[in-house]
């Protein structure tokens, strides 16, 4: 007996299984009376059957419902820019940043896309005869604005109240390239708004609509690296481009390098001096790791700042005594969530926030420092803020240096 192939067993077996089926469902079924419960007319109603068929309305959001909109403008892969409910942009995600947005209910909860970039629109106005008038395309200075979310393209339209004089109609269109099958371009980099302004008056005006964007470019390393922002203007055939670069400045060069001086921390065992608010940091500072808390490492002494103490609905601040800037840099470990004015520690003069860092959604402390030449001989605080209940609450080993 010859063997059989793997590939004729395979045919053989598909052919008897067909036979099997088409036999099986050549014979007729028997039909009993009074056991078919379905009728055939089921008196459904006309106007429900239409609806069924009839194209659907789309939603437009206004209001409260603004608050909470984001949409992905940003080119699939590309980093997360959101377009929010009034037509400003948000989230800024295109930084290249470990951003970790958290687990379960904290990852997917409502909140109002952050703007952490300032930018925006705006619109002038000169009706004959009447002074310039100004607005900015945002909720602030057109309330009635309203939403139309249809991915890929969402539409604003910023509405006026029936007794607003203002003689504009406007809507904003944006969009990132969105090609089915084509990977690459739906990848692009790229967001598009595009602006329509109509004349509602019965009169000529002058308009004209303008926009400003902040150069982010390594503002990362704001208050690590002396730099300088360089906002260039590129012309070329049917384009204009605004080139926003930063280059480095050096540092100062000191007069002389000394040891590293530790002029604050916490290994007696005590917060010392320091000025407590809240309850995340309980009586004394930490050895580690908390109850129920995730494990703390990278700590180099035996004693540090952990505002998990209560769990991670706790919150306040901590400010250090008062001291003279004397060195270039401050050095420090900190580690935990990464909530830039909410979860954080700030370097303060005149009470007002000149340094700043967070940490990186992580539990490992890691050094991070701040270039301080030009605030020599100030007089400065400290201070450690957790305003936020987050499941990676903050941790610093000030250490400063």
Same mark, same amino acid.
């Not at 053989?12 to 007319?41: F, Q, W, Y």
């Not at 200075?141 to 910023?158: A, S």
């Not at 769990?311 to 470990?333: A, M, N, Q, V, W």
């Given at each position: 007996?010859? @063997?059989l192939?793997?590939r004729?067993?395979?045919?053989?077996?598909?052919?008897?299984?067909?036979?099997?089926?088409?036999?099986?469902?050549?014979?007729?079924? +028997?039909?009993?009376?009074?056991?078919h419960?379905?009728?055939?007319?089921?008196?459904?109603?006309?106007?429900?059957?239409?609806?069924?068929?009839?194209?659907?309305?789309?939603?437009?959001?206004?209001?409260?419902?603004?608050?909470?909109?984001?949409?992905?403008?940003?080119?699939i892969?590309?980093g997360?820019?959101?377009?929010?409910?009034?037509?400003?942009?948000?989230?800024?995600?295109?930084?290249?940043?470990?951003?970790?947005?958290?687990?379960?209910?904290?990852?997917?909860? *409502?909140?109002?896309?952050?703007?952490?970039?300032?930018?925006?629109?705006?619109?002038?106005?000169?009706p004959?005869?009447?002074?310039?008038q100004?607005r900015?395309?945002?909720?602030?200075?057109?309330?009635?604005?309203?939403?139309?979310?249809?991915?890929?393209?969402?539409?604003v339209?910023?509405?006026?109240?029936?007794d607003d004089?203002?003689?504009?109609?406007?809507?904003?269109?944006?969009?990132?390239?969105?090609?089915?099958?084509?990977?690459?371009?739906?990848?692009?980099?790229?967001?598009?708004?595009?602006?329509?302004?109509?004349?509602?008056?019965?009169?000529?005006?002058?308009?004209?609509?303008g926009?400003?964007?902040?150069?982010?470019?390594?503002?990362?390393?704001?208050?690590?690296?002396?730099?300088?922002?360089?906002?260039?203007?590129?012309? @070329?055939?049917?384009? *204009?481009?605004?080139l926003?670069?930063?280059k480095e400045?050096?540092?100062?060069?000191?007069?002389?390098?000394?040891?590293p001086?530790?002029?604050?921390?916490?290994?007696?065992?005590?917060?010392?001096?320091?000025?407590?608010?809240?309850?995340?940091?309980?009586d004394?500072?930490?050895?580690?790791?908390?109850?129920?808390?995730?494990?703390?490492?990278?700590?180099?002494?035996?004693?540090?700042?952990?505002?998990?103490?209560?769990?991670?609905?706790?919150?306040?601040?901590?400010? @250090?005594? +008062?001291?003279?800037?004397?060195?270039?840099y401050?050095?420090?470990?900190?580690?935990?969530?990464?909530?830039?004015?909410? +979860?954080?520690?700030?370097?303060?003069?005149?009470?007002?926030?000149?340094?700043?860092?967070?940490?990186?959604?992580?539990?490992k402390? +890691?050094?991070?420092?701040?270039?301080?030449?030009?605030?020599?001989?100030?007089?400065?605080?400290?201070?450690?803020?957790d305003?936020?209940?987050?499941?990676?609450?903050?941790?610093i080993?000030?250490?400063?240096?």
């Amino acid at each position: 007996m010859s @063997s059989l192939s793997r590939r004729d067993f395979l045919a053989a077996s598909a052919g008897t299984l067909a036979l099997s089926l088409i036999d099986s469902t050549s014979r007729a079924a +028997e039909v009993k009376a009074g056991t078919h419960h379905i009728p055939e007319d089921k008196n459904l109603s006309k106007d429900w059957l239409d609806e069924l068929f009839a194209k659907g309305k789309p939603k437009v959001y206004k209001g409260d419902e603004l608050a909470t909109i984001g949409m992905p403008i940003g080119g699939i892969c590309a980093g997360q820019l959101y377009l929010r409910g009034d037509g400003t942009l948000g989230e800024w995600d295109i930084f290249n940043h470990d951003h970790f947005t958290g687990y379960g209910d904290n990852c997917y909860r *409502t909140y109002t896309p952050p703007a952490p970039v300032q930018q925006g629109f705006g619109v002038w106005v000169k009706p004959r005869g009447a002074d310039a008038q100004f607005r900015a395309l945002d909720k602030k200075d057109f309330p009635k604005v309203e939403f139309l979310g249809e991915y890929p393209i969402g539409t604003v339209r910023y509405a006026r109240a029936a007794d607003d004089p203002f003689p504009l109609d406007i809507t904003l269109e944006a969009s990132s390239p969105f090609m089915p099958l084509d990977a690459r371009a739906s990848g692009t980099p790229g967001t598009i708004l595009r602006f329509t302004v109509k004349n509602a008056s019965k009169q000529a005006i002058e308009a004209g609509l303008g926009g400003w964007l902040q150069n982010a470019v390594a503002s990362g390393s704001a208050g690590r690296l002396r730099g300088e922002c360089i906002n260039s203007v590129v012309r @070329s055939e049917g384009m *204009t481009t605004l080139l926003l670069s930063a280059k480095e400045i050096p540092a100062p060069q000191p007069d002389k390098i000394g040891e590293p001086e530790v002029f604050a921390d916490f290994e007696d065992g005590t917060y010392g001096k320091w000025t407590k608010t809240g309850d995340c940091f309980g009586d004394k500072p930490a050895m580690g790791t908390l109850p129920n808390q995730q494990e703390v490492t990278g700590f180099g002494g035996k004693y540090l700042v952990n505002t998990f103490v209560g769990g991670d609905k706790s919150t306040g601040t901590l400010s @250090s005594p +008062e001291f003279t800037i004397k060195r270039p840099y401050i050095y420090f470990k900190i580690g935990g969530g990464n909530h830039p004015g909410k +979860e954080c520690i700030n370097l303060n003069v005149n009470d007002k926030v000149v340094r700043t860092a967070t940490g990186k959604n992580l539990e490992k402390l +890691e050094w991070d420092y701040w270039e301080v030449s030009d605030l020599k001989d100030k007089k400065a605080v400290l201070e450690i803020v957790d305003q936020i209940c987050d499941s990676n609450p903050l941790r610093i080993e000030p250490r400063p240096r």
